[in-house]
């Protein structure tokens, strides 16, 4: 786990991690008793990573950039 944070409802951990493959970042949420663990993002394209995310004050939204980590170009914002 490379960032983390609770949501503002308390109500689950959002978190950057390399747990599917070594090769990337991505983003998964989880309830707080460690129920209901899912991975957040699309489909990475090949050498793209998720690299920053940012919760909406309710709690409904999560936004997040993922780039590609080889050049440090061709970054994209998307919401879940």
Same mark, same amino acid.
């Given at each position: ?5 609770? !949501? /503002? &409802? #308390? ?8 747990? &599917?493959? !070594?090769?990337? !970042?991505?983003?998964? @949420?989880? $309830?707080?008793?460690? +129920?209901?663990?899912?991975?957040? $993002?699309?489909?990475? /394209? ?11 004050? $309710? @709690? ?9 980590? +080889? !050049?440090?170009?061709? #970054? ?5």
């Amino acid at each position: 786990v490379s960032s983390f944070k609770i !949501t /503002p &409802d #308390g109500q689950k951990v959002i978190y950057l991690a390399n747990q &599917d493959s !070594t090769a990337a !970042t991505e983003l998964y @949420s989880i $309830n707080l008793d460690g +129920t209901n663990l899912t991975k957040l $993002n699309q489909i990475l /394209p090949a050498n793209y990573a998720v690299e920053y995310f940012t919760i909406a004050p $309710n @709690s409904a939204k999560i936004a997040y950039y993922q780039q590609n980590y +080889t !050049t440090g170009y061709g #970054g994209d914002i998307y919401k879940v």
